[in-house]
């Protein structure tokens, strides 16, 4: 059984930059896709990057794409999510999720119902 632990999240002012980090732990870390997601709400929780087992395709929706980046750390059983240039409509629950199965693109996995493995989620909220 795998277990995602989010942490890093907290209150910032528009512009600046925090960093998530998930740590997993019970299983082979270099085996899963991950990805981090966000949810406000209210609303359905969506993605906010993707990437695959070997750490080198990467995916980001437009919203995010040029300020948010995530890397993979096999050796610290650890995905990162880097937020820079943060605006007020970030301001959400993040979970990161992994997965070990192929499925889509073969790459990473961008929907909800196609992760296995969820954290617990980390408050982000940025002030306008």
């Known amino acids: 059984q795998v277990q995602l632990l989010e942490s890093g999240g907290g209150l910032v002012q528009a512009g600046d930059s925090l960093r998530l980090s998930c740590a997993a732990s019970g299983g082979t870390f270099s085996r899963y896709v991950m990805g981090w997601f966000r949810q406000i709400p209210g609303k359905e929780r969506v993605p906010v990057a993707a990437?695959?087992?070997?750490?080198?395709?990467?995916y980001y929706p437009d919203s995010v794409k040029g300020r948010f980046t995530i890397s993979k750390d096999d050796p610290k059983n650890t995905v990162y999510l880097q937020m820079d240039n943060l605006r007020h409509e970030d301001t959400a629950v993040y979970y990161c999720a992994a997965d070990e199965r192929v499925l889509g693109n073969g790459w990473y996995h961008l929907k909800e119902d196609e992760y296995t493995y969820w954290g617990q989620g980390t408050q982000v909220t940025v002030s306008s």
């Open positions: 990437i695959s087992r070997n750490g080198r395709i990467m």
